[in-house]
């Protein structure tokens, strides 16, 4: 038992080491500016738009039901993140922990409520690259894995503007794809997309 306390003791610490160096130590000017931007949601709204006509334009009904499964992933991850984590593990963010707060660079004019493991962040939006990965894998290859360079760039951000630790990301990371991929799986089987000179898809 305390061997198991000790273990965690050492993750712990090691996790706020890890956030000292993203925070204050591995720092530019340009991704001090970069970093509170792509982390922003409204920032994002006009890929969704372009998301959600894409997938009208293309593919009509399905796409509809892609854009409807798409935001179900988004609740989902969300959702499991507050509920079942957040509130369990009822973790501080760094810069609400009296330990950490002095000495943090907080890039933003507040510190969210809320607790920090995990980061819905990036629960949401590797969620989001791993359902448009699978989804489109086969429509557009060479560019269906951009999502997940755009999931982890927001999920650095996290960490690098002050309001979660290194592993309140990567374990929302890990719990998007989980979530991504299910919530992929059931609309491959269900509809399936089609390429567009109408060879079919084979569901995943």
């Not at 738009?49 to 854009?67: E, H, P």
């Not at 894995?145 to 650095?156: D, P, S």
């Amino acid at each position: 038992m305390f061997s198991f306390l000790g273990i965690l003791q050492q993750i712990d610490q090691g996790d706020r080491q890890l956030f000292v160096k993203i925070n204050q130590e591995w720092i530019n000017p340009f991704f001090d500016m970069l970093m509170p931007f792509v982390r922003t949601s409204n920032h994002w709204m006009p890929l969704y738009l372009f998301l959600l006509v894409f997938a009208l334009v293309n593919y009509k009904g399905k796409g509809a039901w892609w854009f409807v499964s798409f935001i179900s992933t988004i609740a989902l991850t969300d959702m499991t993140g507050t509920y079942l984590l957040k509130h369990n593990f009822q973790r501080l963010r760094p810069c609400n922990d009296p330990d950490m707060i002095l000495q943090l660079r907080l890039l933003i004019n507040r510190c969210a409520g809320g607790y920090s493991f995990i980061s819905n962040h990036a629960a949401n939006h590797f969620g989001m690259a791993t359902f448009f990965y699978f989804t489109f894998r086969q429509v557009i290859p060479r560019w269906a894995w951009i999502g997940f360079a755009w999931a982890a760039l927001i999920a650095y951000s996290q960490v690098y503007i002050g309001v979660h630790y290194p592993l309140d990301v990567v374990a929302g990371g890990i719990l998007g794809i989980l979530i991504g991929r299910l919530t992929s799986s059931a609309f491959n089987k269900r509809f399936g997309f089609t390429i567009f000179d109408n060879q079919p898809i084979a569901a995943s």
